[in-house]
């Protein structure tokens, strides 16, 4: 079981433009995304497991006619197709041309939107918290672990993937990964062995390796 959040943060720099110049109102809209994922326990305590930070988006140009919220809101409607951001961004848009004196001077403005969406992995009271035996840690490193630069041949992402237990990446780095049975989540292998001498489960979706052979 999982949820979502998404965070709105916005950052706007507005300057007047000399009088002498052609009396205009240009707004640039930069969108910056970043990504989280974090395992929460029954407590409430979360613990960050993931990140990515993507590059700014280019530029959206909006030519500023009113500081009418409803005006500014129609032209964000027609590029961003998020009506609830839109009402935000066109709020803010409209307080800051406000209090630069719209219509008396031209104006430019740099608005920075960061958009933050989390995804929380719930862990419940009876997810499994023993530790692996020290049989099964021998079976799977036997059997899961496999050189990194072998498996850069085939898979292409691996390079900017990280490990969810260090957060370094994966590739890289020195020693063997491994890549549990039964999900497709790769660790480093030194840090996977120490995560399951405390909780036999996957760090990132709590499966259990080998569960199914070893219910029989």
Known sequence: MNSQDTYYDCLITSSALPPWLPLRNDVFIVFHFETREFIQDPNGVRTLIWYRNYPPTVPILLDLRSPAPRHIFQLLHRRIHDPFLCQQLASDIADSANRMGFGLQGITMVVNVKLINDTIFLVSGSSPSRGASEALLQRLV???????????????????????????????????????????????????????????????????????????
């Open 142 to 216: 036997e059997e899961q672990s496999f050189d990194s630069a072998e498996k850069l041949e085939n898979s292409s992402n691996m390079e900017s993937e990280a490990c969810a237990i260090c957060l370094e990446n994966l590739l890289g780095s020195e020693g063997a990964l491994v890549q549990m049975p039964s999900c497709p989540h790769f660790f480093h292998r030194e840090c996977l062995v120490e995560w399951l001498k405390r909780t036999n489960s996957c760090p990132l979706c709590r499966s259990v390796p080998y569960e199914y052979d070893e219910s029989q």
